[in-house]
């Protein structure tokens, strides 16, 4: 199981979990919960994941300036990203 599915089921579990033992919410069928929380985890991670790759190839376009300027890698990833997850209404 890739790790992003074991993240997603973890998360899942513990929303559930923490929801029912506070009794916030009454769930009749919790694995139907957690399944539709998993659902919607893994999107939001593979999302993340398609900004992250998308920042990546953007900054290798560029490789050559960002070297040449000495920019961190890092701090321009990051904003990048952002740049990126802002536009397609993403929230990290």
């Known amino acids: 199981m890739p790790r992003r599915e074991v993240v997603a089921q973890r998360m899942a579990d513990a929303v559930v979990k923490r ?10 069928d919790e694995a139907a919960a ?12 593979l999302g993340e994941e398609q900004i992250e790759a998308d920042a990546r190839k953007l900054l290798m376009d560029h490789a050559k300036a960002i070297k040449e300027s000495a920019a961190d890698y890092r701090a321009l990833f990051g904003k990048v990203k952002e740049k990126l997850a802002r536009e397609r209404g993403f929230i990290l």
Do not use: Q
């Open 34 to 45: 957690r399944a539709a929380i998993r659902h919607v985890v893994l999107d939001n991670l």
């Open 19 to 28: 929801l029912t033992t506070r009794k916030v919410v009454e769930v009749k």
